[in-house]
């Protein structure tokens, strides 16, 4: 049964079309990766899932429930978790406090059991020895673990993740990625946005090209990396020299 489905999805801003009849499944369970050039609709894309766009045509369902008209915190409630691009943590409050405020609001819990949701999400992203930090002083890496662990204090059962190994080192990368493997293990759905594409291939089970708002290749993510369309897309297959974490 498939966790989420979108069914010829469209949605422009204007003269720029960000989606243009894009469907797809996700099992339970299962990793997806999404490629594209910047301007592709991958951001979009998760905008549309999440509840932060609203699209002009086409069907969205989550876990067997249509999601037209729900509302993004609904969303976020039925299980649906995502992180941003740019971290947007609340900087005058400390790295716990940012992941209580996400139980509680995305969870919907109180009392004991959102402060052990919270303090379970920074364990789990590593942030546990930094939980009294205030989250303005915190480096890009930690900044991206502590938006990482607020998808996660939303109890999600699919996670939107854009680009969070943007900007890190490789030891770094390496570093997420083995949070991100341990999340699957968990049973967590994972749909991966990422330009690091070695932390791709090293994670996900699928991968999915975006390029001007369509779907151009869906698949095993080595056939999807060698498809000529797709090499096409990163000018000469740019990414595919790329080796994979290991």
């Known amino acids: 049964m498939a966790l989420l489905q979108l069914e010829g999805i469209s ?28 301007g592709a609709g991958k951001s979009s894309m998760f905008g549309l899932i999440s509840g932060d766009i609203k699209p002009d045509a086409g069907a969205l369902s989550f876990a067997d429930q249509s999601l037209h008209g729900v509302k993004a915190s609904t969303r976020c409630r039925m299980g649906i978790g995502r992180t941003y691009q740019i971290p947007q943590p609340f900087e005058h409050l400390n790295v716990f406090e940012n992941a209580l ?51 996660l204090a939303t109890r999600p059962r699919l996670l939107l993740l854009d680009e969070i190994a943007g900007g890190l080192t490789d030891p770094e990368v390496h570093e ?12 967590i759905s994972i749909i991966w946005i990422e330009h690091v594409v070695r932390a791709l291939l ?19 993510p080595h056939e999807v990396l060698a498809s000529e369309e797709v090499r096409a897309v990163y000018l000469g297959g740019r990414i595919i020299n790329e080796a994979p974490l290991v």
Not at 18 to 38: H, K, M, R, W, Y
Not at 176 to 187: E, P
């Open 202 to 220: 090293s994670t996900v089970t699928r991968l999915l090209c975006l390029a001007n708002g369509t779907v151009i290749a869906d698949g095993d």
């Open 101 to 151: 405020l996400a139980a509680q609001q995305g969870a919907r819990t109180r009392g004991e059991e959102s402060y052990d949701l919270a303090y379970s999400a920074l364990q789990r992203t590593g942030l546990a020895e930094l939980a009294n930090r205030p989250a303005g002083s915190l480096a890009l890496l930690h900044r991206k673990r502590l938006e990482l662990a607020r998808a």
């Open 176 to 187: 997420l990625t083995d949070v991100i493997k341990q999340l699957q293990n968990d049973g």
């Open 11 to 38: 949605k422009r801003f204007g003269r720029v079309v960000v989606a243009d009849g894009v469907s797809f499944q996700l099992e339970q369970g299962t990793s997806l990766g999404v490629i594209g050039p910047n």
